[in-house]
């Protein structure tokens, strides 16, 4: 390895610039994802900074269970992130889906759409758990054991339609399809 | 020997070296203000680093040329900015009359840069935070320029080394630049965008305006030239407002660096301690208040030329 690799390498254990989404928690893990980013944790000290654009970001911080919602939007703003990206699965709901994990509207822990390296349960995962876990992901950035060899890749828009019909066939539901697959090309326009 | 000048002090090294200093010294102020403890030493450069090794993403609708030469042509209008600025005697590497006018206009194409980049990145964020900086630059631009050229009207000279040879033989002159000098420094930290003039950027409502669409190697860039900019505009002021030069080069040096960083811990308490003001909010502000104590520096100045 040359020394630049080397540096580089070394830079990204350092500086990991996070990105926050909710993939439909309860709130409760966003709060205390919020709470490890205040002064009171510091996680500068780490060299983490909270970052807006997914364009910027290295590590993408995922709380709740994925709904039907939000499975789309949050595999396109895995797809829109710059090589290497990590995905960290925050709470007992983003790791299995957890109480949400048997509703109808729901896909699963956050594995299910994307690949995740690390998985920080508790329900609440506490701000201690938190840090700890993004610390441990840098330390061993290097193990390739920690990037899942087949990530779980949902077929976006068709199977989504599909299981939304199934789910509410019940219902007459037009609006909220066509609402569906409009956002759906908006954002795959827009990535 | 110039052209080592120019690669190594003052040029480009020096230049990276001390914005990435800068930049440290900046946040650890900023994290002592919120009681925290801040970043270890090293993180400007592992952030640097780290954005060389990743992805760079062009969006596909957008001029992969001009997109990737922004980046670069902001960081050398800062360079030859920087090359002109006076660091440690009061002739810079090319002393002109004037020069302190072409700094001024050389300091003005990174922002344009900026909204370059914003404006063809096609993104909504992007377009807005381009929007904004530029009308920033408009609200800034001119109470900064009032109140670097009050010192150089009294001194009735438009170069750093005329500058420099009055206030040295009329040091209690300095004085009257005060008010000068703050209105310098609120105007410094619109042109830096940052807090509270933080709102071409302002990462809670727009993502992160003109960068949005940004990534990898061409972000590094990017990120370096604001840090750049921080030690130019630091340098500029001190240029102007702090002309002092000892005749020994280490001496001159080490006020040189206690002037620039004592500039810097000024911007960053202000940044810790303020909030962010609307668009409006800062246009308002810069004509109504910046620019009327401006002209009534630049009158005073003019009649206590006319009086001594
Ligand atoms: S793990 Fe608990 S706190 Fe977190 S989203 Fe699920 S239910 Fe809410």
Known sequence: MNPLKKLIKWAQRKSPWIIHFNAGACNGCDIEVVDALTPRFDLERFGVLQKGSPRHADVLVCTGAVTMQTADRLKNIYDQMAEPKFVVAVGTCACSGGVFGDCYCVKGGIDAVIPVSAYIPGCAARPEAIIDGVVKLLSTLEDKKLQPKNPIVINSEKELADMLDEAEAAEENTETENFEENKAKEDNENA | ?308
């Not at chain 2, 004085?175 to 809670?204: C, H, M, S, Y």
């Not at chain 2, 810097?264 to 810790?272: P, Q, S, Y």
Request: with cysteine; proline share 5%.
């Open chain 2, 1 to 308: 020997m110039e052209f080592f000048q120019m690669l190594v002090f003052p040029g480009l090294i020096f230049l990276s070296v001390y914005s990435f200093a800068l930049e440290y010294f900046d946040r650890i102020v900023y994290a002592r203000l919120q009681n925290r403890q801040g970043p270890p030493w090293y993180q400007p450069i592992a952030d640097f680093f780290k954005l060389l090794g990743k992805e760079v993403i062009v969006p596909a609708s957008v001029s992969k040329l001009w997109f990737k030469l922004l980046p670069v042509f902001a960081y050398a209008a800062n360079l030859a900015a920087f090359l002109y600025i006076p660091l440690t005697s009061a002739n810079s590497l090319y002393p002109f009359s004037g020069d302190l006018i072409v700094v001024l206009y050389l300091l003005t194409i990174p922002t344009l840069c900026f909204f370059l980049a914003g404006y063809i990145s096609e993104g909504v964020y992007s377009g807005l935070g381009a929007v904004r900086a530029l009308t920033q630059l408009f609200a800034y631009e001119v109470p900064l320029f009032m109140a670097l050229l009050a010192p150089a009207i009294l001194a009735d000279s438009w170069s750093f080394a005329g500058i420099s040879a009055y206030y040295s033989a009329h040091p209690i002159m300095m004085l009257v630049n005060i008010p000068a000098f703050i209105i310098a420094i609120i105007a410094a930290q619109g042109k830096l965008e940052r807090t509270p003039f933080d709102a071409p950027e302002a990462e809670t409502e727009i993502v992160a305006g003109a960068f949005t669409e940004y990534s990898g190697k061409l972000l590094a860039l990017f990120r370096f030239t604001v840090d750049a900019e921080l030690v130019v505009v630091a340098s500029l002021l001190a240029a102007v407002f702090l002309p002092f030069y000892a005749s020994n080069f280490i001496i001159s040096f080490i006020l040189y660096l206690l002037k620039t960083v004592f500039i810097v811990f000024i911007l960053a308490v202000f940044k810790g301690l303020m909030a962010r003001l609307r668009i409006e909010q800062i246009v308002a502000f810069c004509w109504k208040w910046l620019i009327g104590i401006g002209l009534l520096q630049i009158v005073l100045n003019v009649i206590i030329k006319g009086a001594f």
